[in-house]
């Protein structure tokens, strides 16, 4: 998942709806002020059934457990799988970029990836989507009306047109919650 300005809100209503009993992992990338700690995992532990903690350079990917992007590091998935911790330079501004996790988790995983881009007020994690598309991974955009800055989800319709699922984050949630009973997360 990833997302800027507007995705915190979007985020409170997805993540503590996931079921503990989630297999996948999550991993989500915001952009967040880089010279400042991060509070995410603050915010959002005691509010989900899921752990959640902030990612560790080349820390095995878990599943059922939610990683945040810490400050100032992209955040990649690489071989393992693992997580995996950048200082490259900012892209779109912003450092973690939502670009890099997108197309890393794309090389690595194709299909087996479900890619959800919220709210945000650039167009980082549109050429990440269309990644996760082209590698025929599942796509989720919030719908645009439902973003308080809906430039990164309109960013990425423009990238990804036939994006299956364009949904509110209550939608999202539910979809999530539905592939996880029929045994798909």
């Known amino acids: 998942m990833g997302g800027s300005a507007g995705a915190i809100d979007a985020l409170l209503t997805i993540l503590p709806a996931l079921p503990a009993t989630l297999r996948a992992s999550v991993i989500v990338a915001l952009h967040v002020q880089r010279d400042r700690p991060s509070l995410l995992t603050q915010v959002f532990g005691p509010r989900c059934a899921l752990p959640v903690h902030e990612a560790q350079d080349n820390e095995p990917l878990e599943p059922g457990t939610i990683v945040f992007a810490p400050p100032d590091y992209h955040l990649l998935l690489d071989t393992g799988p693992r997580l995996s ?11 973690p970029a939502i670009d890099f996790l997108f197309e890393s988790a794309a090389d690595l995983l194709g299909q087996r990836l479900i890619g959800i881009l919220l709210s945000g007020a650039n167009a980082d994690g549109a050429q990440g989507l269309a990644a996760i598309d082209r590698a025929q991974g599942l796509c989720m955009v919030q719908s645009p009306d439902s973003a308080s800055s809906p430039a990164m989800p309109r960013a990425a319709l423009a990238l990804v047109p036939q994006a299956p ?3 509110d984050p209550a939608a999202i949630a539910e979809t999530l919650n539905s592939l996880h009973t029929r045994g798909l997360l």
């Open 85 to 95: 911790l950048s200082l490259d330079a900012p892209l779109h501004f912003s450092r």
């Open 165 to 167: 699922h364009v949904l």
